[in-house]
């Protein structure tokens, strides 16, 4: 038998779960860069890499590149894109409904 009893607040005890599971989910990406392959596993649900340059690079080209934009396209062969993750991930949380999910690739 334990002589010891230890009383938990449940709301406290759910509030830092939450804050816990909010830092987890809100991971600091400053100054952290991706590859396609890291981008598209992390914000496109793995879609292909021809899709996300169909879908949303090319679609989306005048927002995404720029001064203002997350990203830097490659330019030539053997080179890889730049891809600015914290702004990347900020810009496909806001526009994730302009995105055709379910668009097939052209055949």
């Known amino acids: 038998m ?3 009893k230890i009383e938990v607040d449940q709301d406290a005890l759910n509030e830092i779960i939450q804050w816990h599971i909010n ?6 990406l400053s100054g952290i860069t991706w590859s396609l392959d890291e981008f598209r596993k992390k914000c ?9 340059a169909l879908y949303i ?3 989306f080209d005048g927002e995404i590149t720029g ?6 396209r490659a330019n030539g062969r053997g ?3 730049i891809i600015f ?3 990347a991930k900020e810009w496909m949380e806001e526009n994730r409904q302009r995105i055709d999910w379910r668009a097939k690739l052209p055949r």
């Open 67 to 72: 001064p203002d934009g997350w990203l830097i």
């Open 44 to 52: 496109c649900g793995n879609k292909s890499r021809a899709w996300v």
């Open 23 to 28: 830092e987890v989910l809100d991971e600091d």
């Open 2 to 4: 334990n002589p010891f």
């Open 57 to 59: 690079f090319s679609r």
């Open 85 to 87: 993750a914290k702004a």
């Open 79 to 81: 080179q890889q894109n």
